[in-house]
């Protein structure tokens, strides 16, 4: 009994919203006087340059009906049209300097919402306008620039070089040219410094043979300029000079070719130094000398050869130097007068510490122009090494007849290689004669 009594009484409730509602929408919709509109405040939205606004105003929640200041209104009392003068979004965009080679803008008003450009002082404008032209004189991007002058190159006075147009200008701001920049080569060495076996710019040192100077400058550097890499073994297809006939047929008189004997890793770097790293212990490359007179010639005669050797970790040497030898890499009755390789096949075991440049130093005589190719040796394990600073000097008083020669003068650390006489520690002497100094010490 009770249940029942209580839906009837949710029923009377629900009737009871219902005739409320109606009630409600029957004053909205002026079938009785006795019902009034509920009536909701609207802001007002300005008018932009784009979009129409709208004056305040209410409206009724229920009917949409709408009133301003108390007399009914419809939207089309209310709306504001587009102000085309009112640009609420704007962005402000800073100068840009116009430069030698790029034009700039003025400093500028830009509306986001119809696009419209206007100078810094609200003035319209268009895009094209606001733009500053190229400024011949508007040198941005300087820097200072100086090559000091040494013996053999000449060098340049410190000025100042645009990067952008690479306009040049003394240190006092005057525009100027490379050519009135230039300095001369100063046409000598000049070992006026604290050791007068080195020449104070840097750029040459003396060495000694048999007591006499012989300056080492890039006047006398050869450059490396190719190199080859494996493939090339004592035989293929059954030819047993294979060796030999790719040698003569790779060299010309101006270009040092390096090899590789299997394929590694090997090249010329920026510095003009060959690189090579090696998996089976060993290396050579060979290669002829043009002649002093004529470069289509194979030069034939005495001559100081001096190169520079860099691990690039500690090694234990087994050979290493360079020799005389014919095509197909064989000394034959020449190994008697040439100095032994270094390392423990040859001469006695040396440890060489990574990244040090060592210094060769040789005194050399090529007797023919065929068949005769100075081969550099370097059994140093599985390394990486760089031979580098090469430089051939010639020199008077060789044979052109007989055994060819090879002798070692000097060797060690390439900063050790300049010194004078009286400093010599004859460490290279052979049977009581220094090649260096060419002193006789078994007097």
């Known amino acids: 009994m009770q ?39 609207v802001e007002g939205l300005e008018a932009t340059c784009t979009t129409a606004g709208h004056r305040s105003y209410e409206k009724c929640i229920y009917c949409g009906a709408m009133r301003a200041n108390g007399v009914e209104v419809t939207e089309e009392d209310v709306v504001i049209p587009i102000d085309e003068n009112n640009h609420v979004h704007v962005e402000n ?14 400093a500028y008003r830009h509306c986001t919402d119809c696009d419209t450009y206007f100078t810094w002082d609200y ?38 070089k645009c990067n952008d147009c690479g306009t040049l200008f003394t240190m006092d701001g005057e525009e100027t040219t490379l050519a009135e920049l ?20 840097g750029d040459a040192w ?12 890039f006047g006398n550097q050869i450059a490396i300029k190719q190199h080859s890499l494996g493939g090339v073994s004592s035989s ?10 790719f040698f003569n047929t790779m060299f010309t008189t101006d270009i040092m070719t390096f090899h590789t004997q299997d394929a590694d890793e090997a090249g010329v770097d920026e510095n003009g130094g060959w ?99 100075i081969q550099f040796w370097s059994q ?3 390394a990486t090494a760089t031979i580098s600073n090469v430089h051939v000097i010639y020199l008077d008083g060789g044979a052109t007849s007989g055994n060819p020669s090879s002798q070692l003068v000097w060797f060690g650390a390439a900063e050790d290689s300049a010194f004078t006489a009286d400093r010599c520690t004859h460490e290279w002497a052979v049977d009581g004669h220094c090649p260096s100094c060419g002193r006789d010490l078994s007097a």
């Not at 300095?183 to 710019?201: L, M, R, T, Y």
């Not at 050579?284 to 970790?313: C, H, N, Q, W």
């Open 3 to 41: 249940k029942i009594k209580r839906k009837l009484l949710s029923i009377a409730a629900s009737v009871a919203a219902l005739v409320l509602c109606l009630c409600l929408f029957a004053s909205c919709s002026g079938a009785t006087s006795t019902h009034q509109h509920v009536f909701a405040p």
């Open 93 to 106: 965009v800073d100068e840009v300097v116009a430069t030698c080679i790029g034009t700039g803008m003025q």
């Open 123 to 160: 003035d319209e404008t268009t895009q094209e306008a606001l733009v500053i032209p190229i400024d011949p004189d508007g040198h941005m991007n300087m820097v200072s620039v100086a090559a000091q002058g040494n013996c053999y190159d000449g060098g340049v006075m410190a000025h100042r």
């Open 182 to 201: 230039a300095i001369a080569p100063g046409g000598e060495h000049d070992w006026s410094g604290d050791d007068p076996s080195v020449c104070v710019n």
């Open 206 to 217: 003396k060495i000694l043979l048999e007591g006499q100077e012989e300056i080492v400058d």
């Open 236 to 245: 293929a297809s059954g030819d047993s000079n294979y060796k030999q006939y």
């Open 275 to 373: 690189t090579y790293q090696r998996s089976t212990g060993s290396t050579f490359t060979r290669f002829t000398i043009a002649d002093e007179t004529d470069p289509a010639k194979t030069y034939v005669g005495r001559f100081m050869l001096v190169f520079d050797f860099t691990p690039a970790s500690n090694i234990d040497v087994t050979r290493l130097g360079a020799k005389i030898v014919d095509g197909a890499g064989n000394l034959g009755d020449w190994g008697s007068t040439q100095s032994p390789l270094l390392g423990t096949t040859e001469s006695t075991a040396l440890s060489l510490s990574r990244n040090q440049t060592y210094r060769f130093v040789y005194d050399m005589n090529l007797t023919s122009d065929s068949n005769q190719f």
């Open 380 to 382: 140093i394990g599985s």
